[in-house]
């Protein structure tokens, strides 16, 4: 599977491309949407970066007890019921006067559920697709998140703007039922990956049974830990610049689906597992000009730049591919995902305590140097071949 034309002939592709670009959409929408609502309230830059990035952190806790469930139910239901329940949830964020409390509540509860998401479309993305086409098929996604990024800032933007940010919310919930709809008339009923019942105890069997793998375990720290340090830097755009927040989203997202496309698309299999190192550098070290506090145009360029080492994650998820059992999947892919978004949780939390008591630009070059000396101190564990898979 070399084409985009032969990934979207593949039956089941296209109506679950439709339904994560959708779903990104919405997340897109309401994320910026919240974002703006509190910052407005608060004039904070941590709880601006919070509401936007602090629920991802709950997709660890969704891990660590929900995840056996992404082999163990069926894909379609569990797809399009997840679907409903997201909506539900950003319909109640946008209840005027709702409680703090209530909104935390809501915002943890949906990180939890956002953990299962993850696991069952990657899981059911590897089911697919035939293993050679597991990496194009990945970077569609990440194109399309790309892609419906762009639009959700810049239209997540303008209903900002035209209908308030409570109104926002309330389209994004709607977006999220779209979602569950294209998922349910969409794919084909398809039994469990795994025999057996999910639970607490299977969750964390399995994840013993994953981390117990120092090659695993050097692929996980290597998606999760500079990923999110970098999303720590993204979610101070609000209060770095608070009128072009939007514009420097979009222009993210743009870099992300440039790497996407080269990565993804042109670059041969042999040379993809020896890029992942330089993009993870390169996905860094831009920002550090922020330790200058450059002007708005130098500011742009090195988002963009910066943005095309996501790419990063693509020979990452196929080196886990090849070294997890068939069997784990999906709760592998999940775990991956859940790491990666609570890790993207933690640097934004972290960006926006030393931007409180910095500034935003400051903190985003400190968050910068930090994610590469992580990429460099994982090198050598991730240097060593592994070609079998482990248990």
């Known amino acids: 599977m070399r084409t985009y034309g032969d990934l979207f002939r593949t039956p089941e592709f296209t109506p679950l491309f439709a339904a994560a670009a959708v779903q990104v959409t919405a997340s897109t929408v309401s994320g910026l949407a919240l974002g703006t609502l509190v910052y407005s309230m608060t004039n904070s830059p941590f709880l601006s970066a919070l509401s936007m990035f602090g629920p991802s952190v709950a997709q660890m806790v969704g891990a660590t007890a929900l995840l056996s469930a992404a082999d163990r139910l069926p894909p379609r239901a569990a797809l399009a019921v997840l679907g409903l329940a997201f909506a ?10 709702l409680p703090g409390w209530a909104v935390v509540a809501v915002l943890l509860g949906l ?13 059911l993305l590897n089911e697919i697709l035939p293993e050679q086409g597991y990496v194009l098929g990945r970077s569609v996604l990440n194109m399309s998140t790309g892609i419906t990024q762009i639009a959700g800032f810049a239209a997540g933007g303008l209903l900002v703007n035209a209908l308030s ?4 919310l309330l389209t994004a919930a709607a977006l999220y039922l779209a979602a569950a709809v294209i998922a349910r008339l969409g794919l084909v009923r398809r039994p469990p990956r795994a025999a057996g019942r999910p639970s607490v105890a299977v969750t964390w069997r399995d994840n013993r049974r994953l981390w117990s793998s120092p090659a695993r375990r050097h692929v996980y720290l290597a998606l999760w830990v500079p990923n999110g340090l ?5 979610a101070l755009f609000v209060p770095y610049a608070p009128e072009q927040a939007g514009v420097l989203f979009a222009l993210a997202a743009l870099g992300m689906l440039a790497g996407d496309v080269l990565v993804g698309r042109f ?8 890029l992942a190192a ?3 550098l390169l996905l860094a070290m831009p920002y550090l000009v922020f330790a200058l506090d450059p002007g708005l145009p130098i500011a742009v360029a090195a988002i963009v730049l910066a943005s095309i080492g996501y790419a990063a994650s693509l020979p990452l998820q196929e080196r886990l591919v090849a070294l ?29 305590a030393v931007a409180q008591y910095t500034s935003p630009a400051t903190a985003m070059a400190v968050m910068a140097a930090a994610s590469v000396a992580v990429t460099l101190a994982l090198a050598p564990g991730l240097r060593r071949p592994a070609e079998t898979v482990p248990a």
């Open 88 to 97: 539900i949830g950003t319909a109640v964020l946008a209840i005027p006067g």
């Open 111 to 123: 990180g939890l559920l956002a953990s299962l998401s993850g696991g069952v479309r990657l899981g």
């Open 165 to 168: 940010p409570r109104g926002t």
């Open 230 to 234: 970098i999303v720590g830097c993204e």
């Open 267 to 274: 670059v041969p299999e042999r040379w993809r597992g020896r």
């Open 278 to 280: 330089p993009l993870r």
């Open 324 to 352: 997890t059992p068939a069997d784990v999947r999906g709760h592998a892919l999940g775990l991956h995902s859940s790491g990666m978004m609570t890790m993207q949780g933690v640097g934004a939390a972290l960006a926006g």
